[in-house]
């Protein structure tokens, strides 16, 4: 005779009570999770750059990784984040790297919108309104992006009020390039030109003086009558200005020295052209 199964009470467990675990900061100790990347953005990295960004486009940011070493530096820009819901991670140092392809991130790098570049209409109605003041400076085969961000630091020095180059010739505004602006890329527009030659004519009826520059020719840097609204060309470095813009130029300019070398690096030259720009602005 079988005996039925007797069934017993499953017994109950006291209720255990659930401790905190251990503080969980968005995205400690792991990698950053994959994230695709729009077309229209960057990973802008180094402690100017980001700063400049936060400062003058914050509506542009997607997401920010930030070190542990940066969290307190950069504590408005996370709590911005929090408050409009954009994504942050504090990363460690070698995932910095491999975010930014850079070693010198300087601890922060924030994905966001590229910057935009001006048209020309942008660049014609803003002087028609008066917004922009300060001499141009054009770019004529300058085509190292490197150059390009050391040239926008010393213009945003000098109070230049936009650099101008051909649409199809003027470097990108890399990551690499807003670096080396330390900030500038944000306040400098770039502006595209589609007719360069043609452009540059529509500037001079608009008041503007084109003046080119050279190791070589033309009249002294330091005795020459500049005036205030003035179109500065610099050329690349092997080609020099094209035949197209020197035909235009109203002045050409020589940077005086000792002629031990060929030529100046179109950064440093630069530096010297709108030094003494700025130099007879401020003395009058």
Known sequence: MKHARKRTAAKKRPNTPIRPGPEIRPGAGKRPAPRHRDRNEEKFHGLRA?????????????RVYVSEQRKRQFAPLLEYCVRERKGFQVVGQENLERLTGSIHHEGIAILARQIRRWTFADLLGAIERGDLEGPIL???????????????????????????????AL????????????????????????????????LKKAGYRV???????????????????????????????????EALADLRLLIPGTGAVESLNVSVACGILLGEVWRRQITG
């Not at 961000?149 to 199809?168: C, D, K, M, P």
Request: charged share 20%; net charge negative.
């Open 50 to 62: 980001c700063e400049a960004l936060f400062a003058q486009r914050p509506g542009d940011i997607v």
């Open 211 to 245: 003046a080119t520059s050279s190791s070589h020719r033309g009249e002294p840097l330091y005795s020459a009558t500049l005036g205030k609204k003035l179109v500065l060309v610099l050329g690349g470095e092997g080609e020099g200005v094209s035949r197209g813009i």
């Open 171 to 202: 470097p990108p505004l890399s990551p690499a390039a807003v670096r080396v602006a330390e900030g500038a890329a944000e306040r400098v527009p770039v502006c595209d030109l589609g007719d360069p030659p043609a452009d540059l004519r529509r």
């Open 138 to 168: 054009h770019l004529d085969g300058v085509q190292n992006p490197h150059n390009l961000g050391s040239i926008l630091r010393t213009a945003a020095h000098f109070g230049v009020a936009a650099i101008t180059g051909a649409e199809a």
